[in-house]
């Protein structure tokens, strides 16, 4: 069974950094593409970031392009993000997930496996 595990999440300034990690465990072949999302209370999952496995592309939502990083660890089965120059409005539980099959980078729908999600807190 495929599980994934989040970690890194906290509480910062605005201004401040983060770097955020998930493992990926109980694959039997490597994922299409794993991402980053977002929730903040009210609000829909958006996505962040996604990295492909096959060419190491990466995609950024345009509120976070120039501030947030998205790579893959040494095994393709982790993934982490880098978030710099954190803002009050990036407060929110941020997810890993993981798709098996191609499809729109991010519409959650199109994701196989999540993880628990971290917690990200910007004060001002």
């Known amino acids: 069974q495929v599980q994934l595990v989040e970690s890194g999440g906290g509480s910062v300034q605005a201004g401040g950094s983060l770097r955020l990690s998930c493992g990926a465990s109980g694959y039997t072949t490597t994922p299409v593409r794993m991402g980053w999302f977002r929730q903040a209370p009210g609000k829909e999952r958006e996505g962040v970031a996604v990295i492909y496995s096959a060419n190491g592309a990466r995609v950024y939502a345009d509120s976070v392009k120039g501030r947030f990083s998205i790579s893959h660890g040494a095994a393709k089965n982790t993934v982490y993000l880098l978030l710099n120059n954190l803002k009050p409005e990036d407060t929110a539980m941020y997810y890993c997930?993981?798709?098996?099959?191609?499809?729109?980078?991010?519409?959650?729908?199109?994701?196989?496996?999540w993880g628990q999600g971290t917690q990200v807190t910007v004060s001002s």
């Open positions: 997930a993981a798709a098996e099959v191609p499809g729109s980078a991010f519409r959650p729908s199109d994701y196989n496996h």
